[in-house]
């Protein structure tokens, strides 16, 4: 190897660093540096490539220079050039070489430094062209440029570089400058960005393209440091464009308005690239991710040393305007058209975006008032001003006042100017934010009823301004979608009487555009509540089953068909026939008892609003009809509505915990969308309450319903395990307040829902984890936050009476009749109460909203009954040391994975805030529900055994509620109105269990506590007969108030009489469980112990007489109780026989009925009562009044064999009867009955033509009830006995008296011995029993003192029973002689009309003819002629004669 090619080796390899090193063989001296530094630029002189030594300066490791591109490893040890070093190098050889070629120095430096910035940006240059071009420099590229840079800025700071020269030589060079190495130099400070903005005059064309290509670039996977590069070029070039084109200059110069101006319209052609990326989107999600970057970038976080932040409020503000004014080319007809598809679920999710991030730092009243200053001043687009209004809204809760104040703005100066701008503005503005829903914004209906509905309304206090608004509303018609027509009919504007013709012809006119549209006026429905939600039209099929739906609530609140329908089948026929009428006239099952839409159809009917051809075909189709539940879900939509509602919903999910409310507000009106297209047959049209009905005892059959509400509460279970986890209740937001509001919106989605709900807890509980009841359990919560806005529910069954709030028909469900189902209901309960406890941290005053008190009382009734600690009271525990305990904690508690129920139920139960709401009315459980509860419990099946069950029903009544005041649901220390409350129960039992029959089919089963609440009361009766005297009359005063309430009308109907049957049948069980000496009351005066039988025999005439059955007689083990209680009660007088002696005596004179019964079933009680007796008295003989019905049955025995014997010294009632029992069911003995009966001469003995009489009664009586229940007795029998009697009693005048009620002297007390339906019968009976008997019988009773006027009193109330319907059924196959009972009142009026003729004018006094000339006057005007005629001699003429 030659010498000089050793040289050119070194000299190619060896670097400055190296042979610098290589000379340091020894320690430096003072002085070497310089000499140094001298040598090296003599060695420097000989190497002339100023690239390679601007190279090897700028190498970051210069030991070796090919480092970057072989990617060799440094050497260890090795050190590189200090900075200064290298510049002085760099400038010395600059200058030297300048010199020599006469260019300046500058000159030389910007060609040095471009050659090096070529070289680093060029080395990829290749694979660039075959790839997609990138945008950013790579990683070693962007290490070389900055220590290029760094040695630029030492070059610039000696003076060696002109930063102008620079930017023109490498604008010379480049098309488009790169925009990374813009960035660069404005980050050195080389060469700013202002300066460039300054200096070139092509820097918008180049600037706007280089941004936009960056923006639209995506950094490959894996290169965070691209992504972070990038959006730190974009952040920093746009916050010198900010801040230099909205800084606000006291004394702009000419230069800084162009610089100023030049910036604005950069940014303008940014925000116009991504205002036509929103118009070019073809699908709503699918916008440019480039613009959506760019958009990103519009943050408050640009206020820095560049933007100050009244630059940044101008930014934003003119961004908003030229956004709201962007290519205004939509006309104000179009937006009334269109704006149905400018909701923001419908909107482009970028328009929102930026929406949202140019108002993030104004408030809402800044918002509005620069909103209508833009469409005061401005051409502007209407669908970003309606999309923009619908983000604020959804974004901004607070919003809704703020616009209602400018609507309200809006229409003051439109009517004071008469301005057609501010008024169309304020009708698009207000029907854009009722499209997005009454949580968001009242419906357009409610607006335009508040804002014209009245007479203080902005129209109504001119002429002129109420021509202005119909002008209006006129000129809108052709461009208005049938909704809003519909509400200005349905709801039209406040006009004067003398002005009504105007409103007229805008509503001829609307008419006559809703036939255009193909929706007539005939289809609108008569109830509609139409949102202006547009997508969602109500077909008008469905809107007439809405309007049945409505009619027939109404019906049942009111009794009464409504005005509307009424109106409709006059003024509305088409619609009233083709539409409602078949809506109302569905085929269906129809129930055993009619219900109240059959009501509404029999009113209907009976108005004559229903052909009878279609009511006729409707009868027949119910008939064939079977029970099916079958309900179409229409679906339109290019995807599936239920995958999309499941990506919403999990998007959702993620929103829970961190994002901020307006991006879960954003997914919500989302969410809502999707699910007005799943259940679309009822649009959001819930304003106010409403009711819905919740069928029991059917399942959810649609089974896309069923997916998608499982899919809703899996969510919202999902979402609150994952809020809880994060934080708890009071520290969340209020994303469960919101969920549930949107559910609210949608009729069908909210039947749904509690439907599920409703058989999850009742018939599936068990089966739920513990996560979806804490999830289901907050849900339910928050469905009580929202019961002022959300409808009621009625139970179908009615298992409750009315309808209720949502949370308390689900309630209803939480059965606690079972140990499981007990335990399933505390612990739902639980986890509510102490959820609603914890929300309600956050809002004190509102902690009651979230806690229902249905659920609250289920705990009042439960943890004491299951936790037998809990039992004390508060007074009785040491609750003090648990005054302090937070909420946290008690959440804690009910949420801990190792807690369980026992836990959690005690720690509540204890908690300061459950405590003091047992303080207010609402929330106390009284002693009556307590009741309700308990006697649901199946005993079979409960949680505690009988003597667990009887420990705990002993503290509940006598240390819970008899000593809790009154007004907080006790008994308030009163032993009498804790046995009202028992007795109450045990009486409401039966009617409790028939209506909840369907509801809890194995409580009548496996039985109900009956037995142990009557062992209560039992126990509690004992204990009070010893210390309350007055025990009787405190029972019969008690059941006395319970059947006047139950029949309380005047005249009774068969269903109150029907409730009072069952009351008292359910008292005659309670009454035979109870001692009998109890309802005898023992009086005490002057040191003599009496019986006082006043009180028995007033109830048993006033109460017990009217359900007897038959009637007449009570049955055998009421009388015999009643039987035990006088002899029992004897005990405690002095003269036991005596007092016996005087009660029954007493008895026998005021209670008929109890004699009567007495000696019908004596056969069976005489032997109970001796027996008794005898216990009683150590074998006294029976007492006399006793003895006294053996002596009548011996006497009717021997009467009956043919033997008159001394007639016993007793009632002739007594005889009466015992001689008919007799004879009671020996037809074969009927002529020794007639015998006897003859034997009894009336004429002889008055005291035998009283047996007579009541004997003729009691057949009459039996004859009655042969009549009415034939299948039970011998109608040819009894009446044979009625002739016999008669015939023996003909000639007297008594036997009369038992068919006139106010005439009967000493026979009175037979209207005390039947029920009142057989007193209203007599006359029935009279003709009836007359008309059958022979010639010669009735010619003696016509020739009988007083028979003609008790004939006419019959016949005419008779007539009056006919006219009521009351009189009895016919008799399927009635005897020979029997009339029947259709034509009984044609009979008897022949007879009469006969009688009267046959009669001699004197039978009849003057007062009594004019009496009876009244009665029948208006009733049967012939009857009255015939008497006047006949027997009234003065009004008799020749023209009059005509009988």
């Avoid at 369907?998 to 509690?1020: A, F, M, N, W, Y």
């Avoid at 359900?1107 to 002095?1134: K, M, Y």
């Amino acid at each position: 190897m030659s010498l000089s090619a050793s040289c050119e080796s070194v000299s190619q390899k060896r670097t400055v660093s190296s042979l610098l090193a290589g000379r340091v063989v020894k320690r430096p001296k003072q002085g070497d540096g310089q000499r140094l530094q001298e040598a090296a630029i003599q060695l420097l002189e000989q190497q002339q490539n100023l690239c390679s030594l601007l190279r090897e300066v700028g190498n970051p490791n210069p030991s070796n220079i090919f480092c970057t591109e072989t990617g060799g490893q440094k050497p260890a040890g090795s050190k590189g050039i200090p900075s200064t070093i290298a510049g002085s190098l760099l400038v010395c050889e600059l200058r030297r070489q300048a010199a020599q070629l006469g260019v300046p120095l500058a000159a030389l430096s910007v060609k040095m430094v471009l050659e090096r910035l070529t070289e680093i940006t060029g080395t990829e240059e290749e694979e660039e062209e075959e790839d997609k071009r990138r945008e950013l420099l790579t990683s070693s590229q962007r290490v070389q440029l900055c220590v290029l840079l760094e040695s630029s800025r030492e070059l610039l700071s000696q003076g060696a570089l002109c930063p102008k020269l620079l930017w023109q030589e490498y604008r010379r060079g480049q098309t488009l400058p790169q925009l990374e190495v813009v960035y660069h130099l404005h980050f050195c400070n080389i060469l700013t960005l202002k300066h460039i903005l300054e200096s070139d005059e092509g820097v918008r064309l180049w600037l706007v393209s280089q941004l936009k290509a960056l923006c639209g670039w995506t950094p490959p996977p894996g290169e965070k440091e691209a992504q972070q590069v990038q959006l730190k070029v974009l952040s920093t070039v746009l916050g010198v464009l900010v801040g230099t084109g909205f800084q606000l200059s006291h004394d702009p110069a000419a230069a800084d308005r162009r610089i100023s101006l030049l910036c604005c319209s950069v940014l303008d052609d940014m925000l116009f690239w991504l205002l036509d990326t929103v118009d070019k989107s073809l699908m709503l999600q699918s916008a440019g991710a480039g613009a959506e970057l760019w958009c990103q970038l519009f943050d408050a976080s640009l206020c820095g040393a560049s933007v100050s932040p009244e630059a940044l409020q101008r930014f934003f503000t003119h961004s908003l305007t030229q956004t709201l004014t962007y290519k205004p080319r939509l006309t104000v007809s179009d937006a009334i058209t269109l704006q149905n598809e400018w909701t923001f679920a419908k909107a482009c999710r970028l328009l929102t975006f930026l929406f949202r991030k140019l108002a993030v730092i104004f408030s809402v009243e800044q918002l509005l008032r620069h909103l209508q200053q833009v469409l005061e001043t401005h051409e502007v687009n209407w669908k970003h001003i309606l999309c923009f209004l619908s983000t604020l809204l959804i974004y901004n809760p607070c919003a809704e006042p703020s616009l209602k104040e400018l609507l309200s703005r809006l229409l003051s100066s439109a009517f004071e100017g008469y301005d057609l701008e501010n008024m169309i503005t304020a009708f698009l503005l207000a029907r854009q934010g009722a499209l997005e829903g009454p949580g968001i914004f009242p419906s357009y209906s409610d607006w335009f009823k508040m804002s014209f509905g009245g007479g203080s309304s902005c129209h109504a206090t001119s002429k002129k301004s109420l021509v202005f608004l119909l002008k209006f509303l006129s000129d809108l018609v052709p461009f208005e979608p049938a909704q809003y027509l519909k509400i200005h009919i349905l709801h039209p504007p406040y006009v004067p009487v003398k002005h009504r013709s105007l409103l007229m012809e805008y509503v001829s006119l609307a008419k006559t555009r809703l036939a255009d549209l193909k929706e007539s006026v005939e289809d609108m429905g008569l109830y509609e509540e139409v949102s202006g939600a547009g997508g969602a039209t109500v077909q008008p099929q469905c809107q007439a089953v809405q309007d049945v739906e409505k009619a027939v609530s109404l019906f049942e609140s009111t009794g009464r068909i409504s005005a509307t329908v009424m109106e409709a089948s006059i003024f509305r026929r088409p619609y009233f026939l083709t539409r409602f009428l078949p809506a109302l006239l569905t085929p269906r099952v129809l129930p055993v008892k009619a219900d109240v839409r059959m009501s509404f159809i029999e009113a209907l009917k009976k108005a004559d609003k229903i052909p009878a051809a279609q009511y006729s075909s409707y009868v027949e189709s119910c008939q064939r009809q079977r029970q099916q539940n079958k309900s179409e879900v229409c679906v339109d939509t290019c995807d599936d509505p239920q995958e999309v509602l499941h990506v919403q919903l999990q998007e959702f999910r993620k929103l829970v915990v961190d994002a901020d409310e307006g991006e879960m507000s954003a997914q919500l009106s989302r969410i809502s969308h999707t699910l007005s297209v799943i259940f679309p047959l009822r649009p959001d049209e819930l304003i106010g309450q409403t009711v819905i009905k919740l069928h029991t005892d059917t399942l959810l059959s649609v089974e896309p319903h069923v997916k998608v509400v499982n899919m809703i509460l899996r969510n919202f279970c999902q979402c609150m395990l994952d809020a809880s986890q994060a934080n708890p209740p009071n520290k969340q937001n209020l994303w469960a307040s919101k969920f549930v509001s949107i559910l609210l919106g949608n009729t069908q989605l909210l039947c749904s829902l509690v439907h599920r709900l409703w058989h999850l807890f009742h018939n599936q509980g068990s089966s739920l984890s513990a996560t979806h009841l804490l999830g289901l359990a907050a849900f339910v919560v928050h469905l009580n936050a929202s019961m002022s806005h959300s409808p009621l529910v009625q139970l179908v069954p009615p298992i409750l009476p009315k309808p209720v709030p949502i949370v308390e028909a689900l309630s209803s469900a939480l059965v606690c009749s079972t140990h499981n189902n007990m335990l399933f209901c505390v612990r739902l309960c639980v986890a509510a109460v102490c959820y609603g406890i914890c929300r309600g941290d956050s809002l004190p005053q509102q902690q009651q909203d979230y806690i229902s008190s249905s659920l609250y009382k289920k705990l009042l009734y439960l943890i004491p009954r299951l936790l037998p600690e809990a039992r004390r009271t508060p007074a009785d525990g040491p609750l003090g040391e648990y005054k302090e305990e937070s909420s946290l904690g008690l959440w804690s508690s009910a949420t801990h994975s190792n807690s369980t129920w026992r836990k959690t139920a005690w720690c509540l139960w204890r908690h300061p805030a459950f405590c003091q709401l047992q303080y207010t009315l609402e929330y106390q459980l009284s002693f009556t529900e307590w009741l309700s509860h308990e006697l649901k419990v199946q005993r079979s099946e409960d949680a505690l055994s009988d003597p667990e069950r009887q420990e705990y029903q002993q503290w509940a009544c006598l240390e819970l509620y008899l000593s809790c005041p009154e007004e907080e649901g006790g008994c308030g220390g009163d032993m009498k109105s804790l046995c009202s409350h028992l007795l109450s129960a045990i009486m409401d039992q039966q009617l409790s269990e028939q209506s909840s029959e369907k509801l809890h089919h194995t409580v009548s089963e496996t039985g109900s506590c009956l037995p142990d609440i009557l062992s209560r009361l039992q126990e509690l009766v004992y204990e009070m007969e010893v210390s309350t005297p007055d025990m009787c009359d405190f029972l019969f005063e008690l059941v006395s108030q319970r059947c006047s309430s139950t029949a309380s009308s005047a005249s009774p109907s068969i269903s109150s009489e029907l409730s009072l049957q069952h009351t008292l049948n359910t008292w005659n069980r309670v009454l035979l469980a109870l001692p009998a000496v109890l309802f005898i009351k023992v009086k005490t005066e002057r040191g003599t112990t009496t019986l006082d039988c006043s009180n028995l025999i007033q109830h048993v005439n006033q109460h017990q007489r009217k359900v007897c059955s038959p009637a007449g007689v009570l049955s055998c083990h009421i009388t015999a109780h009643f039987l035990r209680g006088v002899l029992c009660a004897s005990v405690r007088c002095s003269g036991r026989s005596g007092e016996v002696n005087k009660a029954w005596s007493q008895i026998s004179l005021h209670c008929p009925l109890l004699l009567l019964s007495t000696v019908h079933w004596w056969k069976r009680l005489s032997p109970v009562v001796l027996s008794l007796w005898r216990r009683l008295c150590d074998g006294d003989p029976l007492p006399e009044q006793l003895q006294l019905l053996s002596d009548c049955q011996h006497w009717a025995c021997s009467l009956k064999k043919g033997q008159l014997s001394q007639i016993p010294s007793a009632p002739p009632l007594l005889l009466a009867a015992s001689l008919y029992g007799a004879w009671r069911g020996h037809g074969e003995d009927e002529q020794s009955f007639s015998a006897a009966l003859k034997m009894l001469r009336p004429e002889r003995d008055m005291k035998h033509k009283q047996v007579l009489v009541f004997l003729l009664f009691l057949c009459v009586n039996n004859y009655l009830s042969a009549l009415l229940c034939p299948q039970e007795k011998s109608h040819q029998k009894v009446s044979s006995l009625c002739t016999e009697v008669l015939n023996v009693l003909m000639d007297s005048a008594d036997w009369l008296l038992i068919f006139k009620s106010n005439e009967q002297g000493v026979y009175q007390s037979v209207t005390m011995a039947t029920s009142d339906e057989f007193t209203r019968l007599m006359p029935w009976a009279f003709y009836s029993m007359l008309l059958q008997q022979s010639a010669e019988l009735l010619h003696r009773a016509v020739r009988c003192p007083g028979f003609l006027h008790t004939a006419v009193l019959c016949y005419i109330n008779l007539l009056q029973l006919f006219l009521e319907g009351n009189t009895p059924p016919p008799i399927t196959e009635p005897p020979d002689n029997q009339v029947e009972t259709s034509q009984i009142l044609n009979h008897a009026k022949q007879f009469l009309l006969k009688a009267i003729s046959q009669a001699s004018p004197t039978t009849l006094s003057s007062s009594q003819l004019r009496q009876l000339e009244s009665y029948c006057a208006d009733l049967d005007p012939e009857v009255a002629a015939a008497l006047s005629v006949h027997l009234d001699p003065h009004s008799l003429s020749p023209e009059m004669d005509f009988l």
